[in-house]
């Protein structure tokens, strides 16, 4: 049983070479270029996450979502004269064998893209390497701390490199992910939150993600035949089996039914948190450590730090969305998110 | 991507001198080739018909395939690369530069010559 080949439902003059998993459509090459890159610019314009002249950093971890972001986001940018500035900002969580090697790939992106690119360490921010806090603290929860940290260095790349903007690579699929997450969690605040396009904290840096409707298979599609660089190797610490049981169970919903990704996301939209919820949860301010902004006295990465160096190993922020205590402390520095103190 | 290694060849033990064959090249990536000694790209000679139970034969195909490296090239780890008789879910196929899903999936009945590549969707973004 050899099918004879398909003929492209778009163009109808090439061969298909792919099925689209949001619609079953069977398109050649070109046009699923064409295709992919009009939708994200589409994603783009219709929530109109930028505007002329924005400094923009790809938040590039040398893997495939970001390697693919930073290819089309030039192409695009090109294309339809955004007018942004593109920088790519990586993180070096200090992981030997696997961090070392994928920012290799981002090096040889920033030659490929020529764009400006700034690495920003765990070791020089914190003070710690996650080779050291895993070697503290063991292979539990090390996500945990991955996560806080690289969300504030990232903020602090962004800062350092005067952008307006962080783009990253989530796509559809992670998004989804993070809702049957969040829905197993119980987390009804994250579950509206963490579908939105694009979000703002009171200081930082706006953050977005254009590949919000972008399909796994075709972000690896895409980086197939445009034959891009990319890096995929696991993180030899990621030991979170629940996000672990929460893509398996959705790439099985998936080949079941592929509009299963977007599906959830449209689920979690739904529960888009109301004004009222959110007003329960407590005021921004700023750590009074380093200055990053922060819902209590000491932001998450600076309490993460102070367990560490007092050696708890249990040190573990069980609500790492900020509802906990009431700290009164005012800070006592001023808002400055390129400085931490080292003390 | 960059593919320096050298193919590695394998041939099926089962295969007598005289039976048609089926040379193929097969390729992971993706973070698979780490399941299969780290290697992205091997050279494998496939009998042209495999027994389909009760004694009958059918002309050899990609569930077939995906079985015959599940036990001859796989070195670790089973469980990331098949899911009962084909692949998990989240490994891409292509079959000559073609999604796997317009060519009959493991139906697909392979030929001389025939490049399949099975790329993980599942590592890091
Ligand atoms: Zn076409
Ligand atoms: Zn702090």
Known sequence: ?343 | MPDSQPDSSHSDSNLSQNEPKIPLRVEFSGGLELLFSNQRSHRITLPSTVPHGDGTTKPTDITYLIDWLRRNLLKERAELFTDGATVRPGILVLVNDSDWELEGEGDYQLRPGDEIVFISTLHGG
């Open chain 1, 1 to 343: 049983m050899t099918p004879t080949p398909k003929t492209c439902a778009l163009c109808s003059k090439f061969r298909a070479i792919i099925k689209r998993p949001k619609t079953g459509q069977q398109i050649c090459k070109e046009c699923f270029f064409f295709v992919f890159e009009t939708e994200v610019h589409n994603t783009i314009t219709e929530a109109k996450l930028f505007s002329r002249g924005d400094r923009v950093a790809i938040g590039a971890s040398g893997g495939k979502d970001s390697t693919v972001l930073a290819h089309v986001m030039k192409a695009l940018n090109e294309r339809y004269g955004y007018g942004l500035d593109l920088y790519l900002l990586s993180i070096d969580e200090g992981i030997t064998g696997y961090r070392d090697d994928s920012l290799e790939t981002v090096k040889r992106n920033q030659q490929q893209y020529s764009m400006p690119l700034k690495i920003l360490s765990y070791d020089e921010l914190y003070g710690w390497t996650m080779d050291a806090i895993v070697s503290q603290i063991g292979k539990k929860n090390n996500c945990t701390f991955c996560g806080v940290f690289r969300r504030q260095a990232l903020d602090r790349g962004a800062a350092m490199l005067k952008v307006d903007h962080i783009v990253t690579g989530h796509n559809a699929d992670d998004i989804a992910e993070t809702v049957l997450m969040n829905i197993m969690r119980g987390d009804i605040a994250r579950l509206g939150r963490c579908t939105l396009i694009c979000t703002e904290g009171e200081d930082t840096i706006k953050r977005s993600k254009p590949f919000k409707y972008a399909y796994e298979k075709e972000i690896v599609m895409y980086a197939y035949f445009k034959r891009l660089d990319y890096f995929s190797t696991e993180c030899i610490y990621s030991p979170d089996a629940y996000r672990g049981h929460a893509r398996t169970f959705l790439k099985d919903l998936e080949s079941a039914r592929p509009s299963a990704i977007i599906d959830i996301i449209h689920s979690g939209e739904a529960f888009e948190v109301k004004e009222e919820v959110r007003k329960g949860q407590k005021a921004q301010q700023t750590c009074r450590k380093c200055g990053y902004m922060s819902s209590n006295d000491l932001c998450k990465a600076c309490t993460l730090l102070e367990g560490l160096e007092k050696g708890l190993a249990e040190a573990r922020i069980i609500d790492v969305g900020g509802r906990t205590g009431s700290h009164e402390m005012p800070p006592e520095e001023p808002r400055e998110v390129t400085k931490l103190d080292p003390s």
